[in-house]
């Protein structure tokens, strides 16, 4: 274990109690075999990206830490309890953002809280709307449509959607996927001062490796048919223990690249197979 | 200041920095045109109709028809428009009332829509119309029958459009409300409501149309009463002009309620009507 975490920027250490357990999940749609025996943890405040192939199941491992697909065998906790579709302590953020047209802004923000908090008012209700709007830059278009605002701005309402209800976990699914390169890099801006912030613990899916190496503490290396973690690369240790982190970055970067090529190329075949 | 700068700010001085308004006539000319084609359309058909002086028993113009339709405002125009109108506005309500809950439950039942969707498809692309005779000889002559005929006609676009809608509630956005607590509920009044009601909208739109067909049939093939039965009346007593002038007052109805469900979409879905103006 790194004793080396007094230059990390939050207070994560490799002790903190986790988060999230998974235990020997399998996971099938219909007859195929989706997850295999998949076993990770999330530390609290710890950010954990995954990074896989195409179609190698991360999504579905998200949606089952999220408590909507059950997997056929395993053990899948968060907090110590194991997750129900409305436990309050997670929140999602989506690539396709999955906001509701017919709602304000304001009132997107605020759907969480609606549901969880409803010991709160709705006077109280809205303003916690209000403050995570305004964390995102947004407090001018609190009474606009989504449709009226650019893509960028659109995922930001979805995540103050998600630090509204104030999640111990957040989930986020590609979440900068559908943007373009520039607003894509300004919200992993807000995305890294929110975690701090908010000290959040985090899950990532994501296909971009930089954002990986640069916002993750751990990154877990998806293979695929079926799906099984093949590593788990603690990213914290290996920053706070580098000499050069400009040098061991490219070498990590290559070294994530060289298994994410593969893969790709090993589902292409797959998928050529299956047309034969 | 440096003469180069000096003559930066001229220049910037002498250019037309307002943006070019344009006439009054331009800016409202997708509002004008369709005015100024039905006023020169008019205003042909009378100039051909005085000048032709065609027989006014096979042939009218717009004076004629207004007087015509002045004659008929005299006489039982209020009456049969009370009667269409009731046999109109039940029949939409009824069809309404049976189409929302059965549309609901298909939308939300795979099984239901399974056993039901062929069926009910079927009968929506069936012309029922010619049902019409066998419930005149059930209801009778009086409204029942006219009731009845746009409740079959009417009912099976609303019940199709709202199962279709609730079919097509976006997957991502029941996760996303589940994911962040909504309850079984909750989804419905939040997630598949809203996105039903556009489709309840044009499915009303659908039904509108084929109701106002029922009425006028209706009441031309069976009645004492009616917008229908006057128009039936007047063309076979050769009366043109009072005929052309009871179908002015359907058009005249139809574009109305038309304009009022376009109203209501625009009220009910504004999203839906600015995503398309938007593309
Ligand atoms: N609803 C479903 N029914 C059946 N199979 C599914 C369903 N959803 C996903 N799959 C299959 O499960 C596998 C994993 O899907 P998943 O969406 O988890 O992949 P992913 O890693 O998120 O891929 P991507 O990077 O493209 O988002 C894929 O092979 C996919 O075809
Ligand atoms: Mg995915």
Same mark, same amino acid.
């Given at each position: 274990m790194s004793t080396a975490g007094i230059t990390a920027s939050r207070a994560t250490a490799d002790g903190a109690p986790p988060l999230v357990e998974v235990e020997?999940?399998?996971f099938f749609y219909g007859e195929s075999l989706i997850l295999q025996n998949i076993s990770c943890s999330v530390r609290e405040g710890e950010f954990v990206s995954i990074i896989g192939a195409s179609g190698c199941g991360k999504s579905t491992l998200l949606q089952i830490l999220d408590g909507a697909l +059950?997997?056929?065998?395993?053990?899948?906790?968060?907090?110590?309890?194991?997750v129900a579709a409305r436990n309050a302590e997670r929140a999602m953020v989506f690539q396709s953002f999955a906001l509701f047209p017919w709602r304000t802004v304001l009132d997107n923000v605020r759907l969480g809280v609606d549901y969880r908090r409803r010991d709160l008012s709705r006077k109280q209700r809205n303003e916690v709307a209000r403050d995570y709007l305004n964390r995102v830059g947004l407090s001018k278009a609190e009474k606009s449509y989504p449709y009226q605002l650019s893509g960028g701005m659109q995922q930001r309402v979805g995540l103050a959607r998600a630090f509204a209800v104030q999640p111990t976990l957040l989930l986020m699914d590609e979440p900068f996927g559908a943007l373009d390169a520039q607003n894509a890099e300004l919200? #992993?801006?807000?995305? #890294?001062?929110l975690v701090a912030q908010e000290q #959040? !613990?985090?899950?990532?899916?994501t296909h971009n490796l930089d954002e990986a190496l640069q916002l993750s503490d751990r990154i877990l290396l998806l293979r695929a048919a079926p799906g099984r973690v093949e590593d788990d690369i603690n990213v914290r240790e290996l920053r706070d223990d580098a000499e050069n982190w400009r040098i061991d970055y490219s070498r990590h970067r290559d070294r994530l690249w060289d298994f994410l090529r593969q893969e790709v190329a090993a589902a292409q075949g797959r998928s050529l197979e299956d047309r034969s | 200041m440096t003469q180069q700068q000096q003559r930066i700010q +001229?220049?910037?001085?002498?250019?037309?920095? +307002?943006? +070019?308004? !344009?006439?009054?006539?331009?800016?409202h000319q997708q509002r004008l045109l369709p005015i100024a084609t039905v006023v020169a359309i008019l205003a042909i058909w009378e100039g051909l109709g005085r000048v032709a002086g065609w027989n006014p028993l096979f042939f009218s113009y717009p004076s004629q028809i207004w007087s015509g339709g002045l004659e008929l405002a005299q006489g039982p125009l209020w009456s049969d428009l009370r009667v269409s109108g009731t046999e109109f506005l039940l029949g939409m309500v009824i069809s309404v009332l049976i189409a929302v809950p059965v549309g609901l439950v298909m939308g939300t039942s795979k099984r239901l829509y399974w056993a039901f969707d062929p069926i009910v498809s079927a009968l929506y692309s069936t012309p029922v119309l010619v049902l019409a005779p066998m419930l005149v000889i059930w209801f009778g002559l009086g409204i029942a029958s006219k009731v009845a005929i746009v409740v079959i006609l009417s009912t099976f676009p609303v019940m199709i459009n709202l199962t279709e809608g609730v079919r097509n509630t976006d997957r991502v956005l029941l996760r996303a409300a589940r994911s962040f607590g909504a309850n079984r509920w909750n989804l419905n009044r939040d997630v598949v409501l809203p996105s039903v009601t556009p489709f309840f909208i044009t499915g009303l739109r659908l039904a509108v149309g084929r109701a106002?067909?029922?009425v006028i049939v209706g009441e031309y093939i069976a009645s004492t009463q009616g917008i229908g039965y006057q128009i039936n009346a007047d063309a076979?007593?050769?009366?043109? !002009?009072?005929?052309?002038?009871?179908?002015?007052?359907?058009?005249?109805? !139809?574009v109305a309620v038309m304009e009022l469900?376009?109203?209501?979409?625009?009220?009910?879905?504004?999203?839906?009507?600015r995503e398309l103006v938007r593309e």
């Open positions: 020997d999940v399998t +059950q997997p056929a065998a395993g053990r899948v906790e968060v907090g110590g309890k194991p919200l #992993r801006e807000d995305v #890294r001062a #959040r !613990s985090v899950v990532l899916v | +001229q220049v910037g001085r002498t250019l037309p920095v +307002q943006p +070019q308004r !344009s006439g009054w006539l331009v800016r106002m067909i029922g076979e007593l050769f009366a043109t !002009s009072r005929y052309l002038a009871g179908v002015m007052v359907i058009v005249i109805f !139809s469900l376009k109203f209501l979409e625009k009220r009910m879905a504004p999203w839906r009507h």
